[in-house]
């Protein structure tokens, strides 16, 4: 591999480095979102949280939960991908 494309390469592991820091910044708001909607529902009297405000939560904190899980697969791509780009580099 000549200097020219091992320069590409490296500058492409910078866009993914930034990328998995943006994405790392929406996981951790879309956590304290989480955070709180669980607050919320741990707050409300036992009349709410056993009816349509408690089911409404349960299901935004598990949808919050899922997107968490999303986004821990999407930085694990990320990371796949960057160590897959340095090998290449090295070839």
Same mark, same amino acid.
């Given at each position: 591999?000549? $200097?020219? /494309? /091992?320069?590409?390469?490296?500058?492409?592991? +910078?866009?993914?480095?930034?990328?998995?820091?943006?994405?790392? !910044?929406?996981?951790?708001?879309? $956590?304290?979102?989480? !955070?709180?909607?669980?607050?919320? /529902?741990?707050?409300?009297?036992?009349?709410?949280?056993? +009816?349509?405000?408690?089911?409404?939560?349960? *299901?935004?904190?598990?949808?919050?939960?899922?997107? $968490?899980?999303?986004? !821990? *697969?999407?930085?694990?791509?990320?990371? $796949?991908?960057?160590?897959?780009? !340095?090998?290449?580099?090295?070839?």
């Amino acid at each position: 591999m000549n $200097d020219a /494309r /091992r320069k590409a390469i490296t500058a492409l592991i +910078g866009e993914l480095e930034e990328l998995k820091a943006k994405v790392e !910044d929406v996981k951790s708001q879309a $956590d304290q979102l989480k !955070d709180e909607e669980q607050d919320y /529902r741990d707050a409300m009297p036992e009349s709410f949280a056993q +009816g349509e405000k408690g089911e409404k939560a349960d *299901e935004a904190i598990n949808k919050l939960e899922e997107a $968490d899980s999303k986004l !821990d *697969e999407v930085i694990s791509a990320i990371d $796949d991908a960057v160590s897959e780009l !340095d090998e290449a580099k090295s070839v």
